[in-house]
């Protein structure tokens, strides 16, 4: 009976000895290493993005924190300021906003919780602002306010054709000249 107690007691610990060998020496393993169906979603501080074409850049986005969502490819930012570039010697637009959304790929911005901006000697307020690549516009929407040293103006809507430097107000539309 002494035996089998000592056998049972010994076999008891080589079966704890081989557990915990298995554990330390083989790790269990991820069973599936595909990747394809994992629904990626970054949370980024510090961004900096451009996006250029012909060599020429076209904007240039800093923001202190984003969330990428990928089954919508789009990169949710807070407190963005995207600069403009547009006509050849033309002054840049800055733009900021509390919260924005880019779709790079669409070459494609929006902008709201109200939008400031400025170029030269122009300062612009808006509740929203939209950026076409397509069409090298911004659209600001909302009550849309323009202040320069000679004028000051109110509109519905204001497009701004980043090509020409050339300013479309509509709706509304408000003028006091100095």
Request: charged letters at 20%; zero cysteines.
């Amino acid at each position: 009976m002494k035996r089998v107690v000592i056998g049972l007691l010994a076999l008891a610990v080589l079966a704890g000895i081989a557990m915990l060998g298995k554990r330390l020496l083989w790790p269990e393993r991820l069973e599936n290493l595909s990747i394809e169906n994992l629904d990626v979603d970054l949370s980024l501080k510090g961004v900096n993005l451009s996006q250029g074409k012909d060599g020429k850049k076209l904007w240039n986005l800093n923001a202190t924190g984003a969330d990428y969502a990928e089954n919508g490819d789009e990169l949710t930012l807070t407190d963005p300021i995207i600069v403009y570039w547009g006509e050849e010697g033309g002054a840049p637009i800055e733009v900021r906003a509390p919260e924005g959304q880019v779709w790079q790929k669409e070459d494609r911005a929006r902008m709201w919780g109200g939008v400031h901006g400025t170029q030269g000697q122009y300062v612009m307020r808006s509740e929203t602002l939209d950026y076409t690549g397509q069409n090298s516009t911004l659209l600001l929407g909302g009550t849309v306010e323009l202040t320069g040293e000679s004028m000051r103006g109110r509109s519905d809507t204001l497009t701004y054709f980043l090509d020409t430097g050339d300013f479309l107000a509509q709706g509304n539309v408000q003028v006091i000249m100095n």
